[in-house]
């Protein structure tokens, strides 16, 4: 199976015996959400991973998810509030327990960047309201557009106004320093609005000592964000398409299109892109995902997704087990159409500095389409010459073979890549007849098979990729 499968794990899924259930289903990613559980909980999680990973000789990758600033109302003195459409009520950035004539927001900048006719949407866009006024200080008078009930803590989207909040919160900063303490492979930003956030998140990734850095993951759910998406797609090392959130924040008839276009544009430039949320949601509490469920997990894959994440189905779902394997079922069948497959991207640019390796990359996937060999090879040090393969979508199996297992689980997210770890060796002739071996021997080649290999000469030196060679495995 090529497309990736990202889990949230929760309380349903931290237990060893589960997880160990999810990797032998086709679990690629194990995300941890920092929206919720206490580090305590989390370091559980990534020292079961570690530990399976090292018995079951597996490569699921860590993904932390920073919560990023959310905005949520406060608490009530009742179970909920009741507004007609045209009720009026005050939303106020001092802390207190809200009632039907005035409730807290989690925004203290919110009375001075809410202006007059914004939209304001709470608990994922069920009740839409209107701002009437504001005091620029600490409050701002709104009009329910439509009749709801309104929960205390729900989250709250501001479509239309333009937010002074920094995107990374204290409690981000807090979480991130925890994530680099752990080694994990990936860092997700939540509502992305531009590059710049992602510029300052690797800022502050560089600066910690660790030898190992985690690639960052662009969520876009904010309109902003959809605005700015060329320079995020350029600065970030992958994407995930957020629907939940950015369903809220644009019109919903929008989001098939926008994933569509992202997807596209992640292949041009070579960045793994996730589709996410509500994949299938049914599954929480059901056995089975529903038909419009299958055939959004369908589309995804044929639109070209690198890895699709489940989020509530596993972290507190009843068959999170069960939700990995019947996804896994999915891909595998409209994996079977040659239409995902080849989507070349040829090097234009003769001056780029990764023009020559790009080249070769780029020909070893054409050398597969005309061969229809069975597998491309890569030896890699930093993963780059994986992402450039994955990327052009070849329907040859990808081995990688490194002697950095970060790269190698960092690589666990993109699409067709299976990681093999191997020590270093001088000669390239012995380097390759060894990978062959361990092929062979796990049931990956069998003789006769057309086989590509792709490497850096001297074998393991650590440029960029230059030898690309066809050989039949004897």
């Known amino acids: 199976m090529k497309t990736k499968i990202i889990a949230t794990i929760g309380p349903a899924s931290s237990s060893a015996e589960v997880l160990n259930k999810m990797i032998d289903a086709g679990l690629d990613v194990c995300r941890l959400n920092f929206s919720h559980g206490s580090y305590e909980d989390h370091l559980k999680v990534i020292e079961v991973v570690r530990s399976l990973n090292i018995t079951k000789d597996s490569m699921v990758a860590l993904m932390g998810d920073l919560q990023g600033p959310k905005i949520r109302l406060g608490d009530f003195s009742c179970e909920n509030i009741l507004l007609n459409e045209g009720t009026r009520i005050l939303f106020t950035t001092q802390k207190m327990v809200g009632d039907a004539s005035k409730v807290y927001i989690s925004y203290a900048s919110f009375a001075m960047d809410a202006k007059p006719g914004e939209t304001i949407l709470v608990d994922d866009g069920k009740i839409a309201l209107k701002v009437i006024s504001t005091n620029g200080i600490d409050e701002v008078l709104l009009e329910a557009v439509n009749e709801g009930l309104l929960f205390p803590r729900k989250g709250v989207n501001l479509p239309e106004t333009s937010i002074s909040l920094p995107s990374l919160t204290t409690k981000d900063l807090q979480d991130l320093a925890f994530l680099l303490d752990q080694d994990v492979q990936w860092i997700a930003l939540s509502f ?238 012995k380097l390759m007849e060894t990978i062959n071996g361990i092929l062979i021997n796990k049931g990956y080649l069998k003789k006769d098979d057309l086989l590509i290999n792709v490497l850096s000469t001297p074998a393991w030196s650590k440029g960029a990729s230059n030898t690309v060679r066809l050989e039949r495995v004897s």
Request: charged share 25%; glycine share 4%.
């Open 192 to 429: 992305v609005r531009n590059a710049s956030d992602i510029i300052e998140l690797r800022k502050l990734i560089s600066k910690h000592p660790s030898k190992n850095k985690p690639r960052i993951i662009a969520k876009i759910e904010k309109p902003q964000a959809v605005a700015d998406i060329e320079a995020i797609v350029a600065a970030t090392d992958a994407v995930m398409i957020a629907r939940g959130d950015l369903g809220v924040e644009v019109p919903m008839q929008q989001v098939p299109m926008i994933q569509k276009k992202i997807i596209k544009l992640c292949h041009k430039m070579g960045r793994p892109v996730i589709v996410a949320t509500q994949m299938m949601e049914a599954m929480i509490n059901n056995i089975r995902p529903t038909r419009a469920e299958v055939n959004d997990v369908a589309n995804s894959v044929l639109d070209g997704a690198d890895a699709l994440m489940l989020s509530g189905e596993t972290s507190v779902g009843r068959y999170p087990v069960e939700t990995i394997e019947i996804m896994e079922r999915i891909i595998s069948q409209i994996e079977d159409y040659d239409d995902i497959y080849y989507q070349h991207q040829a090097p234009a640019n003769i001056d780029d500095v990764r023009f020559v390796s790009d080249s070769i990359l780029f020909n070893a996937c054409e050398m597969a389409k005309q061969t229809k060999a069975q597998a491309i090879v890569v030896v890699t040090h930093t993963g780059y010459s994986a992402l450039r393969l994955s990327s052009q979508r070849p329907k040859a199996n990808l081995y990688i073979f490194s002697n950095n297992r970060h790269v190698l689980h960092e690589m666990s997210l993109l699409w067709g890549v299976k990681g093999f770890y191997q020590e270093d060796v001088d000669d390239v002739d």
